[in-house]
């Protein structure tokens, strides 16, 4: 069974940081590439940042330079890390696990920038 849980969000005011975490099991970690998306309540999800097994990344124009992607595949969790948030940042942010042929999803969390 595949499992994704994310955490590390909250409540923080423009300009600050936050780390989310997203421990998987039930995959293959090391191969599989993972994602963060983030939705806000009434819109489409949108793709946030990439990260292949190999370590490659790509991420939102809208969080260049904001936001870093990495994974540690000795504790098979995937991390996005958020430098200086904005309040258009806010919004339940999921990670996602592509693995042989499906989409698996965390529950999501919540990140709430005040301005």
């Known amino acids: 069974q595949v499992q994704l849980v994310e955490s590390g969000g909250g409540l923080v005011q423009s300009g600050g940081s936050l780390r989310l975490s997203c421990a998987a099991s039930?995959?293959?970690?090391?191969?599989?590439?993972l994602a963060w998306y983030r939705q806000v309540s009434g819109k489409a999800r949108e793709l946030v940042a990439t990260?292949?097994?190999?370590?490659?990344?790509n991420y939102a124009d809208s969080v260049k330079g904001r936001f870093t992607i990495s994974r540690d595949n000795a504790k098979n969790t995937v991390y996005l890390q958020m430098k200086n948030l904005k309040p258009e940042d806010t919004a339940v942010y999921y990670c996602n696990a592509k693995y042989r042929g499906f989409d698996y999803w965390g529950q999501g969390t919540q990140v709430t920038v005040s301005s």
């Open positions: 039930g995959i293959i970690f090391r191969i599989s590439p």
């Open positions: 990260i292949t097994g190999g370590g490659s990344t």
